[in-house]
């Protein structure tokens, strides 16, 4: 049960007697070698958390210890302290080269593994196969190899992402695969498995070449798909396409996120949907890479924000900066809108620090969890390290963020194709030349993971701490337990001119239900005038900035680890945020049917009527106007469906006024 929303000083001081630990910032966890210090390549992870024993977690990786491109797997059975690393057995090896390694698992913990298997020529028609593992024994042994398609084909696959169905319905336990078909130009191909990865359906295209009549040629489809299942088992594919403007006589090319949805378990599709405009392929300091590729999660637990749909990406954000940024979108309704941008970053805008190559989660709580290469941490902007960020609150808001590495990760040391043949041992030294003439996707490789079941998160990237020389990585890992997070100031904006509402705004910090915040006001920077002090049980303060007045404030946040209601420990106070509040000019409170106090009566007038009559809603008015909280238009002392017809009555057949509810006498008792 929460808490009232405002809890009295009174209250506040018996809370605080019992006594909190104060956090300042989320320490770095301990950093672990996956694969202790190898020669040559080794990146792009994934990483799952097993969901039946948290003490298993399986990674996997791209690898080049012998000189080219094999799969590494990393197992713990510790929770992620210690790891036993291994290369993908060659009995499961189909052609001369592997790549691309994805990972997922299903609800009872069988584990399926996917890569590509192909064999390395110049032209984009490598025979190539989409291939699958999977294991029932969390990982202690494979079976496989399981392809997609039992031929090979003119045209080299690419970037299979998969995931299987956890939503306990019709299609659960489905397997589901999509990539990118590079016979000129590209599709997005899409295939699922009914029967464990053993077998798959024929394949579909879900991302289709359009022909753009204004270019006189076919376009892409796009890259970087990736497969989701929602609670409702239908299926999504997302990935990075193209939009074209051709308005007014142009024809203009953008890169963009597209999707495309089943609600058959992947045997039918509705067709491609534009979710909007990105940047798709850039770099960022130190000539790294970076992609605009979606990254995406379900709520599949049955709390408060169950069927939620998530979507991350990177893009560059021009204003007010040039900066590439980690962006967050949700859709409430199945995918049929999308929410406006929102920031997961939080260092401050306008800054020239990039953030990159993020992965994202939604654990079995429905806790959306974050990681990414960040910059800010070098004044420099070349050097990057790992951060993490959370959303505790269906992704409405984002956490403040933490550091993960422990030592910056340089892009010196991402240098590719360097490593001579005499300086690796292999049996088979031809392929190395060839491997260290082709491009090694992007000096850092395209993607990192990151797990989490119930409170425990493992990470998993690419290091350069231990290299000796350009073209060497390493995997490193971490693992912790989700944060209290200290507070993010979410509105207003530092230094922002403000009305009397909506009020103040920040991230939730921790589990909603089990988190309590502190909110100081003050008229100093220094506080040393507390105009305000209370404890609130959401991350919101929603009433009306009554009572004060015009000019600039401060105000600050304390979040409260608090299951039941009593706080167990908190962090400390947030850094200072300001707000100019300024009213309007006028207000004019005469008998009209201006509740909302916008100096028109209007139909908004109306809706609030009807909300604050009907539904309890608290009434918008302005604080200046003696009948605050009321809306009883006609003066009777009773708010009932008569002042809904008087507001309907004033606003749109301009109706005499039977009294003036701001004049003396003229107001309820």
């Known amino acids: 049960m929460r808490l009232p929303a405002s809890v009295t000083l009174q209250t506040l001081s018996l809370i605080l007697m019992a006594g909190t630990s104060a956090t300042a910032v989320v320490p770095i966890p301990p950093n672990v070698p996956v694969t202790g210090h190898l020669p040559g390549l080794q990146n792009e992870e994934q990483v799952w958390i097993c969901p039946t024993d948290t003490n298993v977690v399986i990674t996997n990786h791209r690898d080049f210890r012998l000189g080219y491109r094999q799969i590494g797997i990393g197992r713990s059975t510790d929770g992620g302290a210690t790891w036993v690393d291994t290369l993908l057995s060659p009995a499961f090896q189909l052609e001369q080269y592997q790549s691309?390694?994805?990972?997922?698992?299903?609800?009872?913990?069988?584990?399926?593994?996917?890569?590509?298997?192909?064999?390395?020529?110049?032209?984009?028609?490598?025979?190539?196969?989409?291939?699958?593992?999977?294991?029932?024994?969390?990982?202690?042994?494979?079976?496989?190899?399981?392809?997609?398609?039992?031929?090979?084909?003119?045209?080299?696959?690419?970037?299979?992402?998969i995931t299987c169905d956890r939503s306990g319905g019709a299609h659960d336990g489905n397997v589901y695969v999509s990539w990118t078909r590079f016979a000129w130009p590209t599709r997005i191909m899409f295939a699922r498995s009914t029967n464990g990865a053993v077998s798959f359906d024929d394949t579909l295209i879900v991302g289709s070449v359009h022909y753009v009549s204004c270019y006189g040629q076919f376009l892409d489809a796009g890259q970087f798909s990736q497969p989701l299942v929602?609670?409702?088992?239908?299926?999504?594919?997302?990935?990075?396409?193209?939009?074209?403007?051709?308005?007014?006589?142009?024809?203009?090319?953008?890169?963009?996120?597209?999707?495309n949805k089943s609600t058959d378990g992947g045997q039918n599709w509705q067709g491609e949907r534009l979710l909007g405009r990105v940047d798709g392929w850039n770099y960022v300091d130190g000539s790294v890479d970076v992609y605009s590729q979606p990254t995406t999660e379900a709520d599949l637990t049955g709390g408060p924000h169950a069927g939620n749909l998530y979507l991350q990406y990177r893009d560059t954000v021009s204003?007010?900066?040039?900066?590439?940024?980690?962006?967050?979108?949700?859709?409430?309704?199945?995918?049929?809108?999308?929410?406006?941008?929102?920031?997961?970053?939080?260092?401050?805008?306008?800054v020239d620090a990039d953030q990159f190559h993020n992965w994202m989660v939604c654990n079995d709580e429905g806790v959306l969890v974050s990681i990414w290469y960040d910059q800010r941490t070098d004044p420099a902007h070349y050097n990057f390290d790992v951060f993490a960020g959370y959303s505790y609150d269906g992704g409405a808001t984002w956490t403040s963020n933490h550091r993960v590495s422990s030592v910056s990760i340089s892009p010196s040391f991402l240098l590719q194709g360097t490593t001579s043949a005499s300086a690796i041992q292999t049996s088979e030294p031809n392929r190395l030349p060839l491997e260290a003439?082709?491009?090694?996707?992007?000096?850092?490789?395209?993607?990192?993971?990151?797990?989490?079941?119930?409170?425990?998160?493992?990470?998993?990237?690419?290091?350069?701490?231990?290299?000796?020389?350009?073209?060497?990585?390493?995997?490193?890992?971490?693992?912790?337990?989700?944060?209290?997070?200290?507070?993010?100031?979410?509105?207003?904006?530092?230094?922002?001119?403000?009305?009397?509402?909506?009020?103040?705004?920040?991230?939730?910090?921790?589990?909603?239900?089990?988190?309590?915040?502190?909110?100081?006001?003050?008229?100093?920077p220094g506080f040393s005038t507390v105009l305000r002090d209370l404890m609130l049980t959401t991350a919101a303060y929603n009433d009306s900035l009554n009572g004060l007045a015009d000019g600039v404030y401060y105000w600050r946040i304390k979040a409260y680890r608090a299951p039941g209601g009593t706080p167990v420990d908190s962090t400390s106070f947030s850094s200072p945020g300001?707000?100019?509040?300024?009213?309007?000019?006028?207000?004019?409170?005469?008998?009209?049917?201006?509740?909302?106090?916008?100096?028109?009566?209007?139909?908004?007038?109306?809706?609030?009527?009807?909300?604050?009559?009907?539904?309890?809603?608290?009434?918008?008015?302005?604080?200046?106007?003696?009948?605050?909280?009321?809306?009883?238009?006609?003066?009777?002392?009773?708010?009932?469906?008569f002042d809904v017809i008087y507001a309907i009555d004033y606003v749109f057949s301009g109706g005499a006024a039977p009294c003036n509810p701001c004049a003396p006498g003229g107001q309820c008792p």
């Open 578 to 641: 300001s707000f100019h509040l300024q009213r309007p000019a006028t207000c004019d409170c005469s008998c009209h049917a201006d509740p909302i106090c916008d100096q028109a009566a209007d139909v908004f007038d109306v809706v609030n009527a009807i909300d604050v009559i009907f539904s309890g809603a608290v009434n918008t008015i302005d604080p200046q106007c003696p009948h605050v909280g009321r809306v009883d238009y006609n003066c009777d002392c009773v708010l009932d469906v």
């Open 437 to 524: 003439m082709m491009p090694m996707a992007g000096k850092i490789a395209e993607y990192i993971g990151v797990s989490c079941v119930h409170d425990k998160v493992v990470a998993v990237w690419t290091d350069t701490r231990d290299a000796t020389g350009p073209g060497q990585q390493d995997v490193y890992s971490a693992r912790w337990y989700l944060p209290l997070t200290d507070p993010r100031l979410i509105y207003p904006l530092n230094g922002e001119t403000v009305g009397l509402t909506p009020g103040l705004l920040w991230a939730t910090a921790w589990k909603e239900n089990q988190d309590m915040y502190r909110l100081q006001i003050a008229s100093s």
């Open 230 to 259: 929602g609670k409702d088992g239908a299926v999504y594919v997302f990935w990075q396409g193209y939009d074209i403007d051709s308005s007014g006589g142009s024809c203009d090319l953008y890169m963009a996120l597209r999707s």
């Open 319 to 350: 204003a007010p900066g040039w900066q590439s940024d980690i962006l967050f979108r949700r859709s409430l309704d199945t995918g049929h809108t999308w929410s406006p941008p929102i920031r997961v970053n939080d260092d401050p805008q306008g």
């Open 100 to 161: 691309d390694p994805t990972m997922t698992v299903n609800s009872s913990g069988t584990y399926y593994m996917c890569d590509l298997d192909y064999i390395p020529t110049s032209t984009y028609t490598d025979p190539s196969w989409v291939v699958f593992y999977a294991s029932t024994n969390k990982g202690a042994t494979w079976t496989g190899p399981f392809t997609v398609e039992t031929t090979t084909g003119p045209y080299f696959e690419d970037k299979q992402f």
